[in-house]
Nanobody, 124 residues
Framework: QVQLVESGGGLVQAGGSLRLSCAAS????????MGWFRQAPGKEREFVAAISWNGGNTNYAESVQGRFTISKDSAKNTAYLQMNSLKPEDTAVYYC?????????????????WGQGTQVTVSS
């Protein structure tokens, strides 16, 4: 098991930027595939971005492609989600997730380790 703690959320105006962090503790972080998901009020949790354990592969939801960047720093046991050109529709609670040997990285049920979430609110 790995414990995940997100931070970096907040209130930002449309067009602004935020960087979310996901700090991991427990088992060796470097071997984990990582994902970011989000859940808006009244909606299901949805895929945002994923990165393979070695950082060699990334995947993004179409809605954030070109605006968000996922990365991980194994030396710091931390994954990041850089969010630029934010839109009001990006407003949600953002969750990081981790697991070994992820198959379909956009599928929520592939991940067994989740953080508690951090709120991102984008005002128009």
């Amino acid at each position: 098991q790995v414990q995940l703690v997100e931070s970096g959320g907040g209130l930002v105006q449309a067009g602004g930027s935020l960087r979310l962090s996901c700090a991991a503790s427990g088992r060796p972080f470097s071997r984990y595939d990582m994902g970011w998901f989000r859940q808006a009020p009244g909606k299901e949790r949805e895929f945002v971005a994923a990165i393979s354990w070695n950082g060699g592969n990334t995947n993004y939801a179409e809605s954030v492609q070109g605006r968000f960047t996922i990365s991980k720093d194994s030396a710091k046991n931390t994954a990041y989600l850089q969010m630029n050109s934010l839109k009001p529709e990006d407003t949600a609670v953002y969750y990081c997730a981790a697991d070994f040997h992820i198959g379909s990285d956009y599928v929520l049920t592939e991940y067994n380790n989740w953080g508690q979430g951090t709120q991102v609110t984008v005002s128009s």
